[in-house]
C-alpha cells in the first residue's frame, strides 16, 4: 500500500493515461517512439485491439524484422515501476534524515551554554 493505494490501482492508472495519451498522438510520433523503444504497438488488449493492429501495421521497430516485438506500453510500464522505486528509496532517505534532525532539535534545543552568565536572563 501507497499512501491508502494499492499497486494494483497505481498501475490501473498508469495504463489509462498511457491509453489515452496514446490515442492522441499523431502516427509519425508513433512511429518514431516504436523505433527509438524498439517495440510495437501500445498495448494488446481487447478494449483497443483495432488500434493496436493498426499501430502494428504501421510498425517500422527494428525488432519487427525479427518477428518478436514487445508492447511500448509493457515497456514504458516497466521503466515507470523501476522510477517509482528508486524515487521511493530517495523519498525514504529523506524521510529518515527529516526525522533525525527532528530528534536533534528536540533533545539539543534546551541545552545550557556552560560558558554563559546564569543570571543573564533574570
Not at 498495448?43 to 483497443?48: C, E
Not at 521503466?79 to 528508486?86: D, S, V, Y
Request: proline share 4%; aromatic share 10%; hydrophobic share 35%.
Amino acid at each position: 500500500m501507497l499512501n491508502g493505494y494499492s499497486v494494483y490501482q497505481i498501475s490501473i492508472f498508469q495504463v489509462v493515461l498511457l491509453n489515452s495519451t496514446w490515442g492522441m498522438l499523431e502516427n509519425n510520433t508513433k512511429t518514431d517512439l516504436e523505433s527509438q523503444l524498439n517495440c510495437c504497438g501500445l498495448l494488446n488488449v481487447s478494449n483497443s485491439r483495432p488500434q493496436f493492429e493498426a499501430d502494428l501495421e504501421n510498425c517500422r521497430a527494428p525488432c519487427k524484422k525479427q518477428g518478436n516485438c514487445p508492447t511500448c506500453g509493457d515497456k514504458m510500464l516497466n521503466h515507470a515501476t523501476e522510477a517509482l522505486k528508486i524515487l521511493g528509496g530517495v523519498g525514504l532517505f529523506f524521510s529518515f534524515s527529516e526525522i533525525l534532525g527532528v530528534w536533534l532539535a528536540v533533545r539539543y534545543r534546551n541545552q545550557k551554554d556552560p560558558r554563559a552568565n546564569p543570571s543573564a536572563f533574570l
